[in-house]
């Protein structure tokens, strides 16, 4: 389902996009390429049905990007903080120093002299 949506956001947003360019503004921009269309849409010309058009169109996004964000939401529960496993130390006795004896006898070893 999330997929389906997500393919419908991309949809939208380019007929939303095309929408907004086609409309008439002080530079005409892309509305230029639909001239000979004025007496299909009306007196008025395209501008009325091109302002209900992309209204809805808007309207349809919106709601678009919050079901997915609820889908999204619904399928990834668990956030990325959650999984992380804090490890408590554990106290260990503290580690008594013993000094080496060699292997022949239990004796400690004397340390070199100096000349």
């Known amino acids: ?9 991309f949809v939208l ?29 009306g007196a008025k010309g395209p501008a009325g049905f091109l302002v209900k058009f992309t209204f809805i169109v808007g309207f349809l996004f919106i709601v678009n990007t919050l079901t997915l964000g609820y889908f999204y939401n619904q399928s990834k529960k668990a956030s990325l903080a959650e999984k992380i496993k804090i490890e408590k130390p554990i106290k260990k006795a503290p580690i008594v120093p013993t000094l080496p004896t060699t292997t022949k006898t239990n004796e400690t070893p004397k340390a070199p002299t100096t000349k």
């Open 1 to 9: 389902m999330t997929t389906i949506v997500l393919v419908l956001q």
């Open 13 to 41: 947003a380019i007929i939303l996009t095309i929408a907004i360019l086609l409309q008439k503004s002080s530079s005409i921009g892309f509305g230029a390429y639909s001239g000979s269309n004025e007496s299909l849409f």
